[in-house]
């Protein structure tokens, strides 16, 4: 029987020497859960972003919005690996797709809020500036909506790369094998590995908070989202 490492205040130093020790092992674990985490976040932003903000256009579909947030946040993650063993196989597509379940209700949540809770003053003035229903949602609700839009972004890829250790048990790589073998990198191992996703679930926020500064108007930056308190407080805390 193999027994685990027991914690002492040396850990954490070991932990920091294991990475100088092994980089070629770190820097492959990492570099397979950023490609994991990254095609994760890139189907669910094409999913849940453009279907947020049309929805939040047509102000139609908050009953969706709230119940598929809802519904992936009570389906843990491991269970949904689980699951998709049956159909998609052991493997690095099986635990894409759980990962895109769980990044999709926040941003999806989000978006819809974020568009539907633009101030409909400015919504009207544009239309009557003869702007067409495109125009109105490039050019007004979504510089306007994107402060929340990318709060959802940046919780989900949060989510997203904590939550892609999980990986090790269904064969698709990263950081996690390290996290999940402690019998063959001990206890600094595990936490070294912890560490390295800490850092990246750290780095992916501070990614997306950067972009959403490039993105966001110089007029509207530092502003907060030009939405109805009673809308955030209904779904969002959902």
């Not at 027994?3 to 980089?23: M, N």
């Not at 493997?91 to 759980?98: E, L, Q």
């Not at 007004?140 to 839009?149: D, K, N, R, S």
């Not at 890829?157 to 001990?186: C, E, H, K, M, W």
Request: glycine fraction near 10%; aromatic fraction near 6%; include cysteine.
């Amino acid at each position: 029987m193999i027994l685990a490492d027991a914690f002492r205040p040396s850990t954490f130093p070991d932990a920091f020497r294991f990475i100088g020790d092994h980089p070629h092992l770190i820097w492959t674990k990492t570099a397979e859960h950023i490609e994991l985490s990254a095609a994760a976040m890139g189907v669910a932003l094409a999913i849940a972003i453009p279907l947020g903000i049309f929805l939040g256009h047509v102000h139609r579909g908050s009953f969706l919005a709230v119940n598929i947030s809802n519904m992936g946040r009570a389906l843990p993650s491991l269970a949904v690996v689980a699951i998709g063993i049956a159909f998609l196989g052991i493997g690095f597509t099986n635990v894409m797709v759980a990962l895109v379940v769980l990044a999709v209700p926040p941003m999806l949540t989000n978006a819809y809020v974020a568009v539907d809770g633009v101030d409909p003053d400015a919504v009207e003035a544009a239309r009557g500036m003869g702007m067409r229903p495109g125009q109105v949602v490039l050019r007004v609700e979504l510089p306007l909506a994107l402060p929340l839009v990318f709060a959802g972004i940046r919780t989900a890829a949060v989510f997203v790369v904590s939550t892609a250790t999980l990986a090790a048990f269904a064969g698709g790589g990263g950081l996690g094998d390290i996290i999940a073998n402690q019998a063959s990198y001990r206890l600094e191992g595990v936490v070294a590995a912890a560490l390295c996703v800490s850092a990246l679930a750290l780095a992916a926020d501070f990614a997306f908070g950067a972009l959403q500064l490039v993105v966001t108007p110089h007029g509207l930056r530092g502003r907060p989202p030009a939405i109805e308190p009673d809308v955030v407080t209904g779904l969002v805390s959902q």
